[in-house]
């Protein structure tokens, strides 16, 4: 639990100064999506979410708060809760992307971004498991206050030595 509120707290900290410049817009949405998880040694499966494929490898629909810094970079933390109150026992995921708009001028544009994310289970043992990846997308913004994005991603999960290959579809609301 340590680890998921520093993660998020240093993603929303390392943010706030730069929105304060006044140079800053914001998205907030999530994403609709599917995996293929691929373990080391094993078969594997396919994951689709609406919404969803976003944290913990594609498995919970994820909330992502995107800060446009600097024309170009972008912030992203995204968090995901899930809990299943027969069992008592749940999820609560955080990520972090960082991320280069290639053309923050014109109302589309491909971007590149790097994450980590820890998955966060409590209940019936709890557990802490540590995952990084890449992505390549394009964002298009519709009209002014609606965002579309087109999202592939790999993603390592090392506790569980999986791999995870996602097409995710991200709708966002878009402030200026």
């Known amino acids: 639990m340590k680890q998921l509120i520093l993660t998020v707290a240093a993603g929303l900290c390392a943010a706030l100064p730069l ?49 446009y810094t600097q ?47 820890t998955v966060n289970a409590f209940g019936n043992g709890g557990s802490t498991e540590w995952a990084a990846g890449a992505s390549l997308g394009y964002r298009q913004l519709i009209r002014d206050a609606l965002a579309l994005r087109l999202e592939a991603r790999y993603r390592r999960s090392f506790e569980s030595d999986r791999n995870a290959i996602g097409l995710l579809i991200g709708i966002g609301a878009a402030f200026h």
């Open 71 to 117: 024309q170009h970079l972008m912030i992203e933390p995204q968090i995901a809760f899930v809990y299943e109150s027969f069992g008592g026992s749940g999820l609560i995921n955080a990520a972090l992307q960082l991320g280069y708009l290639m053309d923050a001028t014109s109302r589309g544009s491909p971007y590149f971004a790097g994450h980590f994310l």
């Open 19 to 67: 929105h304060a410049q006044g140079a800053t817009s914001f998205e907030v949405g999530t994403h609709v999506g599917a995996s293929i998880l691929v373990p080391d040694g094993g078969s594997s499966e396919v994951v689709i979410g609406i919404p969803g494929a976003g944290t913990a490898a594609g498995l919970f629909p994820p909330l992502y708060l995107t800060i």
